[in-house]
């Protein structure tokens, strides 16, 4: 906490004293500390020894990558924890990044600014479990066939008619990257003819689908 005085010098004639009146404004420096685990997969080991890396954005601009040489050298204990004392020095957001290489480095988490947290669970490489849900308003018939590649394995799923409304399958651990906007996950299907479906991405959760077969 710093302190800045102003000093006003004022004669009083009458009583021949010279009085010093002070006028002090506080200047707070404010800070917060974040702190906790960082982990493998969601639900895996905990991870040793990585570079962490911490700087504020703005919610409304690009994410800048911090600068490895402006960097310090902060790693995951070998319980795989953490503790980081910041300053709120403007942005809406604090991304916390693992250090790839000497200038590369890839989102891991984000906190609002200001706000202490010690019970951060960070994920390096997070996934989410697509559930497919079909909306059908054909059900079609046992000539055709619903088309999509897993984007767990690679393979293609082919699902034949009829359909009917409702859930259709899990996909577990499907990747999943920390963005700046919430991340939308995409799935092309076929039948007939091509359409592409979407769902806002869950981390380490159950990300919803919905196919509609017309």
Not at 7 to 19: G, T
Not at 146 to 154: A, D, E, K
Not at 157 to 186: C, H, K, W
Request: proline share 6%; aromatic share 10%.
């Amino acid at each position: 906490m710093q302190y800045f005085c102003f000093m006003f010098i004022r004669p009083i004639i009458a009583a021949a004293v010279l009085i010093t009146l002070f006028s002090c404004s506080k200047v707070a420096e404010e800070t917060f500390s974040i702190g906790g685990i960082v982990r493998d997969s969601c639900t895996g080991a905990v991870v040793s020894g990585l570079h962490l890396f911490f700087n504020a954005q703005n919610e409304n601009q690009n994410w800048v990558p911090p600068d490895a040489s402006q960097g310090e050298n902060l790693f995951t204990g070998g319980d795989g924890k953490f503790q980081k004392l910041l300053i709120n020095d403007g942005g809406s957001m604090v991304v916390i990044w693992e250090q790839l290489s000497f200038n590369k480095f890839k989102a891991i988490g984000v906190v609002p600014i200001g706000e202490s947290n010690f019970n951060l669970e960070l994920v390096q490489y997070p996934t989410t479990d697509l559930e497919i849900i079909l909306d059908v308003k054909n059900a079609k018939t046992d000539q055709d066939t619903l088309r999509f590649i897993n984007p767990s394995t690679g393979l293609e799923e082919r699902i034949p008619g009829p359909f009917t409304s409702g859930f259709l399958m899990d996909i577990p651990a499907v990747p999943y990257q920390i963005a700046q906007n919430p991340p939308t996950f995409y799935l092309g299907y076929e039948i007939g003819l091509t359409s592409v479906a979407s769902g806002t991405a869950q981390q380490c959760g159950s990300t919803e689908i919905g196919l509609v077969i017309e």
